[in-house]
């Protein structure tokens, strides 16, 4: 008799715990919904930014709005990623993993505040970097003083350097003497 | 006293002091909570001042726009969108206001918190639903101005403001849900 009471009462605290567990789960994915919401704002303010840098028709300003606007979608994408893990994690029940991921998404919330007050991350820089060397590398003979950026001013933030000069590489690869068919062409007649 | 009825005073103990202190939680925390729910509807009362201002703008500019315009098909529809959203920002930071308002009568701390969440998530709704009629306000302004260049600029803005503000409306509505999930176990 004893010990069937015994056993009802451990069922009862094992169900008890249970619950806690869960609400302790909802209410953390409650809250990395909120922040999943905040990097949202931010997107919407940084878009607004834009709009309000195209019709100044400033061009430096334009670039640097551009420049927040993808690092703060960077950001969001991060975030979404991270809400992701923690939910699936949540699910499976693996409270380090879902901690883990709600790391993620604060860092992720920290990186899209940190772009939309002007602070871009180096590795965004860097990978832009990178694209404007990959778009003025057409696989031609390489020309001394390929794809030039003209509009390139050295005082200027690097976020903002990068981005012009991804600007100004398009627009190179565009024009009559970039890209790769300029390399291409024949020699003349003589 | 038996074994099993000296346990059940236990539970009954620890879930009475639980109580108590989560009771105390709500008192000594709630200031916190209240002040950062009215930090970020301050925020959005900026902003929807701001939507404000620039929908009084747009009516005077709206008149400059020749009727026969290339844009004012883009124009009327833009409008649309921001009437929409002007609306949602207006009904987003009452319930922010009304949200927050609870927080002090919270009967605990995690309800207050909850209250406290969903403030804050509302005024985001509201914050970018204002975002949004600023954006439109801007493309009916450059719409005005004749600044084509600008306006392809604007468009790709208006789109991704749009998009943000639905998951930002979308993460309400989870925050909401996850929040009444919790209270009907």
Redesign the interface.
């Known amino acids: 008799m004893?010990n069937n009471?015994?056993r009802t009462?451990s069922l009862m605290a094992c169900v008890a715990v249970l619950?806690v567990g869960?609400?302790v789960s909802?209410?953390n994915?409650?809250?990395a919904?909120?922040l999943?919401?905040?990097v949202?704002?931010m997107?919407?303010?940084s878009?607004?930014a834009?709009?309000?840098a195209?019709?100044s028709?400033d061009v430096d300003a334009?670039v640097e709005a551009q420049a927040r606007?993808d690092a703060v979608?960077a950001a969001?994408t991060e975030a979404q990623e991270a809400y992701s893990a923690m939910e699936q994690a949540s699910n499976a029940g693996d409270e380090d993993a879902a901690a883990s991921a709600a790391d993620d998404l604060a860092a992720a919330k920290q990186k899209a505040s940190d772009a939309l007050s002007g602070i871009i991350p180096e590795t965004n820089s860097q990978s832009d970097a990178q694209g404007s060397q990959d778009q003025a590398d057409t696989g031609g003979p390489v020309r001394e003083g390929e794809a030039p950026n003209v509009f390139d001013q050295p005082w200027e933030t690097d976020g903002v350097r990068n981005a012009k000069q991804a600007l100004f590489g398009t627009f190179w690869n565009a024009s009559s003497q970039g890209g790769a068919s300029f390399g291409e062409r024949d020699a003349t007649p003589q | 006293m038996n074994?099993?009825s000296y346990?059940?005073l236990m539970v009954v103990a620890g879930l009475g002091f639980s109580g108590a202190l989560n009771s105390a939680c709500a008192v000594e925390g709630s200031d916190q909570l209240i002040a950062e729910a009215n930090k970020s509807i301050s925020i959005a009362e900026d902003t929807v001042g701001e939507a404000r201002a620039a929908i009084e703008a747009a009516k005077q500019i709206l008149s400059t726009i020749p009727a026969d315009s290339d844009q004012m098909v883009e124009v009327t529809e833009m409008l649309a969108k921001v009437k929409d959203n002007w609306a949602l920002a207006l009904e987003a930071l009452d319930g922010a206001k009304e949200s927050a308002s609870k927080i002090p009568t919270a009967s605990t701390a995690?309800i207050a918190g909850?209250y406290k969440?969903l403030a804050?998530?509302n005024a985001?709704?509201a914050?970018?639903g204002a975002?949004?009629v600023?954006?439109g306000v801007?493309?009916v302004?450059?719409v005005a101005?004749d600044?084509v260049e600008?306006l392809d600029?604007?468009r790709v803005?208006?789109q991704?403001?749009l998009?943000?503000?639905s998951?930002?409306q979308f993460?309400?509505e989870?925050?909401k849900s996850?929040?009444t999930?919790?209270y009907s176990?």
């Open positions: 004893k009471q015994y009462i619950l869960a609400q909802v209410a994915l409650a809250a919904s909120g999943l919401a905040d949202a704002v997107a919407s303010q878009s607004s834009l709009a309000a195209a019709n028709g334009i606007v979608d969001m | 074994r099993s346990i059940a995690e909850d969440l804050t998530v985001g709704v914050l970018s975002e949004v600023k954006t801007a493309f302004e450059a101005a600044k600008a600029i604007i803005a208006m991704d403001s998009a943000a503000s998951q930002v993460n309400y989870r925050v996850l929040i999930q919790k176990k």
